[in-house]
């Protein structure tokens, strides 16, 4: 078990629907992040939250929404999702936002299929 | 632009060798460097951290060279074992700040024979 926990764990959502993942930490960190992997290929990195303030959007589509309540939890809101978004979104915090220096806690991801 | 390789899409070793990976990067001039492993189906996991000014980095079976004249990271594993098969992510990150952003390699497929 990892110490960030990500629900759910799959999810099949048509094209039209709303969801949300949620992301969450208890490990004092003030860096979140999310990140969609395709298969066979790396993590690719979608957000970076420091301190509760959105301070990274990589150019991702607005289908896709971020929101960080607090210093512990993590949302990704989603709507009117393509197919190809199908993908692994793996949710991530560090002690820091300066990344290079502060090792990535990763959740175990939510598996999202868009049919 | 930036790019981060690693070597092969796949690699088998017997039990008890050493497996070596690399890590090539061009147009970047990273601070730190780390090594991640990722199971099927889960996040990756961190294994190491090393900086610009490190050669070399050691935990138990695990060690990792920094060399930034030649723009590579070589990661090792001694006496592998079964249980090591994983993929093996690198990422490289500059000297911090909100801004800054960590970049994952490839990713090498690790198969160990028993």
């Known amino acids: 078990d990892t110490e960030v926990t990500q629900t759910p764990k799959h999810l099949v959502m048509g094209m039209t629907n709303k969801k949300s993942l949620k992301c969450e930490q208890h490990?004092?960190?003030?860096?979140m992040y999310w990140y969609k992997q395709k298969a066979k290929k790396p993590p690719e990195l979608m957000f970076v939250?420091?301190?509760?303030?959105?301070?990274i959007n990589e150019s991702v589509p607005s289908r896709f929404s971020p929101e960080c309540p607090n210093s512990s939890l993590l949302n990704l809101h989603l709507h009117a999702l393509q197919p190809e978004d199908s993908a692994l979104y793996l949710c991530?915090?560090?002690?820091?936002?300066?990344?290079?220096?502060?090792?990535?806690?990763f959740g175990n991801g939510t598996r999202l299929t868009v049919t | 632009s930036q790019k981060i390789e690693q070597n092969s899409e796949a690699l088998n070793i017997q039990e008890g060798k050493t497996a070596t990976l690399t890590c090539n990067y061009t147009?970047?001039?990273?601070?730190?460097l780390q090594w991640y492993r990722q199971d099927p189906g889960r996040g990756p996991v961190f294994l190491l951290l090393?900086?610009?000014?490190?050669k070399e980095k050691r935990k138990e079976r695990l060690k990792v060279t920094f060399d930034t004249t030649l723009k590579q990271s070589l990661f090792h594993i001694t006496a592998s074992q079964p249980a090591d098969s994983a993929t093996y992510l690198c990422?490289?990150?500059?000297?911090?700040?909100?801004?800054?952003?960590?970049?994952f390699g490839t990713g090498t497929l690790l198969a160990v024979q028993p």
């Open positions: 147009n970047y001039s990273p601070a730190y």
């Open positions: 939250y420091s301190y509760e303030k959105l301070s």
């Open positions: 991530a915090s560090s002690l820091q936002a300066g990344q290079g220096n502060s090792p990535l806690h």
């Open positions: 090393i900086r610009e000014n490190e």
């Open positions: 490990m004092g960190h003030r860096a």
């Open positions: 990422a490289l990150g500059d000297h911090g700040g909100a801004t800054n952003k960590l970049i």
